[in-house]
T-cell receptor, first 116, second 112 residues
Framework: DSGVTQTPKHLITATGQRVTLRCSPRSGDLSVYWYQQSLDQGLQFLIQ???????AKGNILERFSAQQFPDLHSELNLSSLELGDSALYFC???????????????FGEGSWLTVV | DQQVKQNSPSLSVQEGRISILNCDYT??????FLWYKKYPAEGPTFLISISSIKDKNEDGRFTVFLNKSAKHLSLHIVPSQPGDSAVYFCAASLGYGQNFVFGPGTRLSVLP
């Protein structure tokens, strides 16, 4: 158990709909990262927050947005869903922002999104 | 354009032998590298890391080698065990405050 909690674990929804994925980081971790893993694809970085502020953006579509709340949990909002958005979405957290030696990022178990 | 490449999608090794997983990167400014292991239906878990000031880091059965001139790193697992069967991701970072770039992963199967 990494200490990073993601909900829901599985979600099936129709095209055009909107969903929200939730992440609670490990206790004490200030950074939250979101990654997408599609079938047979590697981990694609979407976005990172540090202590409530957006710090880095990766290949995140305009239909997607995220935020980190004062209690440090984060939500990833996916709207106007398309079939190609079906993927495993991982949240990760770390104590500090970005990569420094010893600043390991810990991953949650992921949220499976299926768009039908 | 993939900045971190793992050109072998899969690898099979006999139990007790050495597993060598390879990773190549294109950006010479990457200075911190990590390996993650992922079992099906679980999140990736951190395995071992190396910074660019070193060329080797060892942790038990796992050793990571870094060749900066070749922009190549490798993960050695000795001896390989069936429980090592998983997908292994290589990740690289430009340094403090920067994010990880992950490779596509290599699926390792350790055969009993």
């Amino acid at each position: 158990d990494s200490g990073v909690t993601q909900t829901p674990k599985h979600l099936i929804t129709a095209t055009g709909q909107r969903v929200t994925l939730r992440c609670s980081p490990r206790s004490g971790d200030l950074s939250v990262y979101w990654y997408q893993q599609s079938l047979d694809q590697g981990l694609q970085f979407l976005i990172q927050y540090y202590n409530g502020e957006e710090r880095a953006k990766g290949n995140i579509l305009e239909r997607f947005s995220a935020q980190q709340f004062p209690d440090l949990h984060s939500e990833l909002n996916l709207s106007s869903l398309e079939l190609g958005d079906s993927a495993l979405y991982f949240c990760a957290s770390s104590v500090r922002q970005g990569t420094t030696p010893g600043n390991t990022i810990y991953f949650g178990e992921g949220s499976w999104l299926t768009v039908v | 354009d993939q900045q971190v490449k793992q050109n072998s999608p899969s690898l099979s090794v006999q139990e007790g032998r050495i597993s060598i997983l390879n990773c190549d990167y294109t950006n010479s400014m990457f200075d911190y590298f990590l390996w993650y292991k992922k079992y099906p239906a679980e999140g990736p878990t951190f395995l071992i890391s190396i910074s660019s000031i070193k060329d080797k880091n060892e942790d038990g059965r796992f050793t990571v080698f870094l060749n900066k001139s070749a922009k190549h790193l490798s993960l050695h697992i000795v001896p390989s065990q069936p429980g090592d069967s998983a997908v292994y991701f290589c990740a690289a970072s430009l340094g403090y405050g920067q994010n990880f770039v992950f490779g596509p992963g290599t699926r390792l199967s350790v055969l009993p």
